[in-house]
């Protein structure tokens, strides 16, 4: 088993290796004091690992109950919110108790958020089920719910307090839904250094509990250094920029992992353009997207992308904070007036020989 410690203002420990899910109870029990645990999951994964999770919590004397949502980033509202917190209510749970997120990043953030605000904040514990919940929204304390203005509009830092990571469960998982993650893992790979980056280049369907630590290990050095995300947190943000602007394009149709693939793709594309980035390790990037199935381009308007950006979040006083890769392991902040953003889309959409 592998072990990131990550060091925030209440510090815990990200455990990962597999078949860790059947050791949620006994993983768990050292950490809380609480009697009842609510299991927060989504329809599939309840099909698929309930039962072992439920069984291992109660052998270690927790009460269990759980609460399940239909899958999909649509149940991550409102309305599911509050139903969720009454449900907390109703089942007793009190302040010493706790939720246990089992699912991907929906859930996780969901959950989270639910014990960020139930009784001015419970405990949780993150079981990430997928690639992508498990090196990046697992970790960092960032919960939300989205609102119909935009994803992610309403949320809270609360940080967990373990976050089990079972990689076996990355078995099951759809094709599309691995190179979600995989894309978040090659934008590690270009943050961190050529030995991470070689390692993401081509996972075939499988992420090594190696691996996994690896990317756990680099957003916990970023998340340690600006929990509250003031700055330097904005390096995860690499391929985020363009790539929530198409998530938004696309009505959310394209993923946030594959959209996260075109926008790096983009941005490498751009740091090449102007004169930032070497021409070989744009085409390291691109390769090694597309080796994991991802896309590398699409076919909205540059203006239409330059629009959806400008209304991101990321936006500071007619600026926007660029991620740009100067090399692998060399990714730089950079603050660009919002009129010049068109040009770097312009010099990213297009594709170079
Ligand atoms: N909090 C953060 O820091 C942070 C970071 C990145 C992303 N996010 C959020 O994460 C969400 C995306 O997370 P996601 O990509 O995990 O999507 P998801 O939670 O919707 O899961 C994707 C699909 O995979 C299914 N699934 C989950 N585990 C499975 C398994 N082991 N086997 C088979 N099927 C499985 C789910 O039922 C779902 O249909 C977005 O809402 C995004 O905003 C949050
Ligand atoms: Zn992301």
Not at 60 to 87: D, H, M, Q
Not at 210 to 218: D, I, K, N, R, W
């Amino acid at each position: 088993m592998h072990t990131v410690h990550v060091n925030t203002a209440a510090p815990y420990e990200v455990k990962i290796g597999p078949a860790l899910l059947g050791r949620a109870g006994e993983e768990i029990r050292p950490l809380l004091s609480a009697e009842k645990l609510c299991v927060v999951t989504d329809e599939t994964v309840k099909g698929l690992y309930l039962d072992t999770v439920k069984r291992s919590l109660e052998e270690a004397g927790f009460a269990v109950c759980v609460y399940t949502i239909a899958p999909g980033e649509a149940s991550k509202n409102w309305a599911e919110l509050g139903e969720l917190l009454e449900f907390l209510a109703a089942s007793g749970l009190t302040r010493s108790d706790a939720v246990v997120a089992l699912g991907g990043g929906v859930v996780g953030d969901l959950a989270g958020f639910a014990a960020a605000v139930y009784q001015r904040g419970v405990a949780y514990v993150q079981l990430p089920t997928t690639f992508l919940a498990a090196i990046d929204s697992s970790v960092g304390g960032k919960t939300a719910v989205d609102l119909a203005a935009g994803k992610n509009l309403v949320g809270a830092f609360h940080q967990p307090r373990l976050v089990l990571c079972d990689t076996k469960v990355f078995a099951t998982l759809p094709p599309e839904v691995f190179a979600d993650g995989a894309a978040e893992a090659v934008k590690y790979g270009v943050l961190v250094g050529k030995e991470l980056f070689a390692q993401t280049a081509n996972l075939e369907g499988k992420a090594l509990p190696e691996l996994v630590a690896a990317c756990v290990q680099a957003k916990a050095d970023i998340v340690e250094k600006d929990e509250r995300d003031g700055g330097l947190r904005n390096l995860l943000n690499l391929g985020h920029t363009f790539g929530h602007a198409i998530e938004k394009e696309s009505n959310f149709r394209i993923s946030h992992g594959h959209a996260v693939a075109i926008g790096l793709a983009m941005m490498a594309r751009a740091a090449e353009r102007k004169g930032f980035l070497p021409p070989a390790v744009r085409i390291d990037i691109e390769n090694a997207l597309q080796a994991n199935g991802l896309p590398v381009d699409c076919d909205y308007p540059a203006e239409a992308i330059y629009k959806a950006a400008l209304g991101d979040k990321k936006r500071r006083g007619g600026k926007l904070t660029l991620v740009v890769p100067f090399g692998l392991g060399d990714c730089r902040l950079v603050p660009v007036p919002a009129e010049e953003v068109l040009d770097w889309i312009l010099a990213g959409k297009e594709r170079l020989g």
